[in-house]
Nanobody, 123 residues
Framework: QVTLVESGGGSVQAGGSLKLSCVLS????????MAWFRQPPGKAREGIAT???????IYADSVQGRFTISLDRANNTLFLQMNSVRPEDSGMYYC?????????????????WGRGTHVTVSS
């Protein structure tokens, strides 16, 4: 059983930065697609950043150029560096892992979810 535990959320002012971490444990398969999803208050979950097993990262338009996803394989830790944050970036952020290597931004394609870490951006 793969488990994911996020940390690093909190409150930050608009224009600031925050770095989220996600520690993976269990049967780690380096071929899995890893991703970050977020859920703004009252809205559906959305995929904002995915990382393919070969290291290719893809971002949603809303975070392109501001957020960076990265993976420390030695420590089984996934990161999301958030820069130039905006109030609309507020919400619950989830670290997720797929069953295999295919990366999408659809929640139903990811089998493993962390409990989330909350981010609040004030204007």
């Amino acid at each position: 059983q793969v488990t994911l535990v996020e940390s690093g959320g909190g409150s930050v002012q608009a224009g600031g930065s925050l770095k989220l971490s996600c520690v993976l444990s269990g049967p780690i398969d380096s071929r899995r697609c890893m991703a970050w999803f977020r859920q703004p208050p009252g809205k559906a979950r959305e995929g904002i950043a995915t990382m393919h097993s070969v290291g290719t990262a893809i971002y949603a338009d809303s975070v392109q150029g501001r957020f960076t996803i990265s993976l420390d394989r030695a420590n089984n830790t996934l990161f999301l560096q958030m820069n130039s944050v905006r109030p609309e970036d507020s919400g619950m952020y989830y670290c997720v892992a797929a069953q295999g290597p295919q990366c999408t931004r659809r929640p139903e394609d990811y089998n493993y979810w962390g409990r989330g870490t909350h981010v609040t951006v004030s204007s």
